[in-house]
């Protein structure tokens, strides 16, 4: 991947190391996790359509965030019930 302002070639972060433009996280294949640039049609990856595996990584990451909201609820019932039990 190069950056879009000095076009260098960037290998891993969030800011071109040579300009520090912030640089845009890519979409990956909600089917296989290969990275899709906008100028595809499919991924590389598995041959999907673009839209069919950037629809699948929403639809991942929803549930993944749904998974951790609900995991933190359950934490904080937990640490209620031990207070009020005086554990």
Same mark, same amino acid.
């Given at each position: 991947?190069? +950056?879009?302002?000095?076009?260098?070639?960037?290998?891993?972060?969030?800011? +071109?190391?040579? +300009?520090?433009?912030? !640089?845009?996280? @890519?979409?990956?294949?909600?089917?296989?996790?290969? $990275? @899709?640039?906008?100028?595809?049609?499919?991924?590389?990856?598995?041959?999907?359509?673009? $839209?069919?595996?950037?629809?699948? %990584?929403?639809?991942? *990451?929803? @549930?993944?965030? *749904?998974? %951790?909201?609900?995991?933190?609820?359950?934490?904080?019932?937990?640490?209620?019930?031990?207070?009020? !039990?005086?554990?």
């Amino acid at each position: 991947m190069y +950056c879009p302002r000095c076009r260098v070639e960037k290998l891993n972060g969030r800011f +071109c190391s040579a +300009c520090g433009v912030k !640089l845009d996280k @890519i979409p990956t294949c909600g089917y296989c996790g290969t $990275e @899709i640039w906008s100028t595809a049609k499919y991924c590389s990856g598995c041959g999907k359509k673009k $839209e069919d595996a950037l629809d699948k %990584a929403t639809s991942n *990451e929803s @549930i993944l965030k *749904e998974a %951790a909201r609900q995991e933190e609820v359950a934490k904080k019932k937990k640490g209620f019930l031990k207070r009020l !039990l005086g554990m």
